[in-house]
């Protein structure tokens, strides 16, 4: 039951992630320089690395966020939702600062990528506690 949950967490994250950037779409591509085609779109769109990439680390983050929840005796939706904030907003997104904050990246790029770590691991903690 713990590699389904593990994958229905990254899953949902994954769907969450395509919802968030489509929606940031552009103020993303501006703010974090993609090369972007003469349609609009970003040049890599059909490349599959990092769709792949992406989706191997939401396995990897929930699968973490899954031991930590079961040594913590984390095992209800309200738990999940709220630990899974704390690890988004406390954990990734000071990371995403620090390496925004460093390379000179504009303030909105991070709070696309922050907002969607925090939300996205909300998310993967809500589903993993529902298993």
Not at 13 to 25: D, E, P, R, T, V
Not at 95 to 109: D, H, S, V
């Amino acid at each position: 039951m713990g590699f389904i949950s593990v994958l229905a967490a990254a899953v949902a994250n994954f769907i969450f992630g395509a919802i968030w950037y489509m929606s940031l779409a552009k103020p993303w591509m501006a703010a974090s320089g993609v090369a972007v085609g003469e349609d609009g779109q970003p040049e890599n769109r059909s490349d599959p690395i990092p769709y792949i990439t992406s989706f191997v680390a939401a396995v990897l983050v929930a699968g973490m966020m899954r031991h930590v929840f079961s040594l913590s005796g984390i095992d209800t939706f309200g738990k999940g939702l709220v630990s899974g904030l704390g690890i988004g907003l406390f954990l990734v997104t000071p990371w995403i600062a620090t390496f925004n904050g460093f390379e000179g990246k504009p303030r909105a790029l991070t709070l696309i990528n922050g907002g969607y770590a925090t939300i996205g691991c909300a998310v993967m903690g809500a589903v993993l506690t529902l298993f």
